[in-house]
């Protein structure tokens, strides 16, 4: 029970400095992916359609829900980042869920209407975003992309993993009532590995999406050593694909 705010505050800083100081090898998995990944993909985007001033990609890139998901998948990777250190590993599941969602969702509305402005898209967004048969699922049965089967394979076992399950119901049962530990307040490296491997999947599925969309950008990614690398070091099965490497 939170009786009072300094309380909750100092909850959270033993949670914080507990888990860097016993699962500070899976935090920098997190921070060197993005860090690494990430940003090697974004410098190629913005080498491919900002460095070059192609006029004919301007009006695609900057009126692009895909890209627009991109841009928010930045902020999100930053607060799962926080919320592995605080603890706050359901919360860290959402977000992963919430990015795996939003670009299935934007490139379904960018493929569908590609001469809409970006205030046009998200007006449909706002639609169409809660209406069952938008579900991510079906959504990608209908995209004209290969790997499909394959696809929706990993993205079901991916969302079966994000998903809320049974775990965190058990775990303050075992806190509450066997430990009596009181309002459950834990530290767990596998939960945070776990949370890294979703991470690394997921963008392997928004990296394959994003480039169904912006085909211009593979021969410049493939230039990209450093992210080709990253391509190979983390297994990136549908990227490679996308750009036609053996992994």
Not at 221 to 235: E, G, H, M, P
Request: aromatic share 12%.
């Amino acid at each position: 029970m939170l009786r009072e705010r300094s309380e909750l505050e100092k909850g959270f800083r033993k949670i914080s400095r507990l888990s860097v100081k016993k699962c500070d090898e899976n935090l920098e998995k997190i921070r060197k992916f993005i860090c690494e990944a990430v940003l090697h993909f974004n410098d190629s985007f913005h080498e491919c359609y900002f460095l070059k001033g192609k006029k004919d990609v301007s009006f695609k890139c900057t009126e692009s829900l895909v890209y627009l998901s991109f841009l928010e998948s930045w902020r999100t990777s930053g607060q799962i980042m926080f919320l592995s250190v605080n603890g706050l590993y359901r919360n860290a599941y959402d977000d992963i869920r919430h990015m795996l969602e939003s670009v299935v969702l934007a490139l379904y509305i960018d493929a569908r209407h590609p001469e809409a402005t970006l205030k046009a898209k998200i007006e449909i967004l706002k639609e169409v975003e809660d209406k069952t048969e938008y579900h991510a699922s079906h959504l990608i049965g209908e995209f004209k992309i290969e790997h499909k089967d394959k696809l929706q394979s990993e993205y079901k076992k991916l969302s079966k993993i994000i998903h809320p399950s049974h775990k965190q119901m058990v775990d303050t049962y075992t806190d509450v009532f066997v430990g009596r530990k009181g309002a459950p307040a834990f530290v767990d490296c596998e939960e945070i590995q776990r949370i890294y491997e979703s991470l690394v999947m997921m963008y392997d599925i928004f990296f394959f999406l994003f480039l169904s969309y912006f085909t211009e950008m593979n021969k410049n990614l493939t230039k990209n050593t450093a992210f080709i690398n990253d391509v190979k070091r983390y297994r990136l099965y549908f990227t490679s694909k996308a750009l036609k490497l053996k992994l």
